[in-house]
């Protein structure tokens, strides 16, 4: 009973300090404390220290402060998205069923009608089904444990309406449902490039 209550513990305090950077409400350089974080959110300083352990893991606080991308973040993390959903993508032009198929569509349709929230939604579960086609699971293992950086990027190209986001989604879904693999591949290599650069633009200004 007592370990349940420890991993409950650790479990909560890292959701409550992961929603608040992915929020905003803790800022990107915002220097991390156990203390200041254990009476704000009303945990020991135990399940803090692990959450902050875990979250670093994850490359949202380096250093004892809130992940504030640089320019070599940005290029070496898409870099590696790019190597890896562009081979996803490459395998589910071979192996997306038709359910799969429905799914990306569906995705795509909300990125074109949806709310805010929905458009999320549709964009992170637009690459998820892409990235299990992958079939490896060191491949997706890397991908999920990059997920709460993805997020902060997808928010920035969401919010500040990066221009033919979802067109670019509808291109990688017909080459799929073509079985055009090496185009599936190219477009979705091409779709995160646009993504970074993106990012960039915003970084320098």
């Known amino acids: ?12 305090s890292y959701e409550l300090i992961r929603d608040k950077i992915l929020s905003g409400e803790l800022a990107s350089g915002t220097k991390i404390t156990e203390e200041k974080l254990a009476n704000d959110l009303g945990f020991s300083r135990t399940p803090i220290r692990e959450s902050i352990r875990r979250l670093e ?14 320019e070599k973040n940005l ?62 699971e060191v491949l997706i293992d890397t991908i999920d444990r990059m997920q709460s950086i993805i997020y902060l990027f997808r928010r920035t190209v969401v919010s500040y309406d990066r ?6 989604h509808e291109e990688i879904y017909q080459a799929i449902r ?8 190219e477009l979705m290599r091409s779709h995160l490039q646009k993504d970074l650069d993106f990012c960039l633009h915003l970084l320098h200004n």
């Open 57 to 70: 893991y994850e490359g949202l606080i380096v250093k004892k402060k809130v992940l504030k991308p640089t």
């Open 163 to 168: 221009p033919f986001l979802i067109e670019e």
């Open 1 to 12: 009973m007592l370990m349940n209550e420890k991993k409950k513990a650790n479990h909560q």
């Open 75 to 136: 290029r070496d993390i898409f870099q590696v998205r790019m190597l890896l959903e562009s081979h996803a993508a490459k395998s589910a032009a071979i192996y997306a069923s038709q359910e799969d198929l429905d799914a990306l569509l569906q995705c795509v349709e909300t990125g074109k009608n949806g709310s805010y929230e929905e458009i999320m939604e549709a964009n992170e579960r637009f690459h998820q089904i892409i990235v299990q086609k992958s079939g490896n």
């Open 178 to 185: 073509n079985r055009e693999m090496d185009k599936a591949a």
